[in-house]
């Protein structure tokens, strides 16, 4: 009887977090529909574009609290300082960051671009919403959809599974099949950071400055031309690297413990579960590479 209503609950969750994801993709897809429609001024093109993530995001959380509950805080897994492995964990963010743009610049050579991505703003007001909206108001509201609301609810598949599942739509949510494996690893990493350090808000601090590393590698050093702009760009990736490596030997050094691995054969069980008997999730993750496939082939 405990093991029929543990899968009726596990899969009632997938459920609601499918509904949830088609609700985030299909937002998406309107404000996308829409800044197709307005393509000049620039910065009238851009905010529709850049609001698609932190409206779906905002209101899939909303959703969440009625459906799911409340947020969850997680645990503080690390028994020392907090803000200590905040420094190690951000320092190590420049490794993931720089190994990633080395990967999706790699693949944006073979394969479609998103232009949104690839091309910066011609005015004033599209860098401001470019700076405001990727740099600040998307990362807050991810962090709190993905890290807070989706990872929290799949944590009793076990943790590691949970950080892994989170991270797949977050990185499909981006729409591009070269971006894809570079905000996969950025998504893992920062829902390892989140749940290490039992804070969201020390979690979205990290991803803004993620999102802030990758606005000056992309934006104000890689678009320009000249050599000098190519010694800025070297250095800047070989401080990130320096730094990455650093935070990577700190982390080690300070030893958290590692994320729970679930073995009782009834949860891997509840695993399967989720991925084959749960519709409503499966047609979500349909759905958002559907969505990256046809994005990136139109690019």
Not at 6 to 12: E, F, I, Q, Y
Not at 35 to 62: F, K, M, N, T
Not at 86 to 97: F, N, S
Not at 193 to 211: D, P, T
Request: hydrophobic share 55%; net charge positive.
């Amino acid at each position: 009887m405990a093991a029929a209503q543990k899968k009726n609950t596990l899969t009632a969750l997938a459920d609601a977090a499918g509904i949830l994801l088609l609700c985030h993709g299909l937002v998406s897809l309107i404000f996308a529909y829409i800044a197709q429609r307005i393509p000049a001024p620039e910065w009238l093109h851009l905010l529709p574009d850049r609001l698609a993530g932190p409206v779906s995001a905002g209101v899939c959380l909303l959703l969440g609290h009625w459906w799911l509950g409340r947020i969850k805080r997680p645990a503080h897994r690390y028994p020392g300082d907090r803000w200590q492995l905040t420094a190690a964990a951000a320092a190590a963010l420049g490794l993931v960051v720089a190994a990633g743009e080395f990967i999706g610049g790699a693949l944006r050579l073979g394969l479609p671009a998103d232009t949104a991505v690839t091309d910066p703003p011609a005015t004033a007001a599209g860098w401001l919403i470019v700076l405001v909206f990727d740099c600040l108001l998307t990362p807050l509201a991810e962090t709190y959809f993905y890290r807070g609301l989706l990872q929290q609810a799949f944590k009793p598949w076990g943790e590691r599974f949970a950080v892994l599942l989170a991270a797949i739509p977050a990185a499909l949510a981006h729409h591009s099949l070269a971006e894809f494996l570079p905000q996969l690893a950025l998504a893992v990493f920062l829902g390892w950071a989140v749940q290490q350090l039992g804070s969201l808000r020390m979690g979205a601090a990290l991803h803004i400055l993620a999102a802030l590393l990758l606005f000056l590698l992309r934006y104000i050093v890689a678009d320009t031309h000249g050599i000098s702009a190519l010694g800025v760009l070297i250095l800047l990736l070989a401080g990130c690297l320096f730094c990455g490596v650093y935070g990577v030997l700190q982390l080690k050094k300070l030893q958290p413990p590692p994320l729970q691995r679930r073995r009782d054969p009834r949860n891997r069980q509840s695993r399967a579960e989720l991925l084959l008997l749960s519709p409503w999730f499966c047609g979500a993750v349909i759905v958002l590479l559907a969505q990256t496939l046809l994005q990136s082939l139109a690019a």
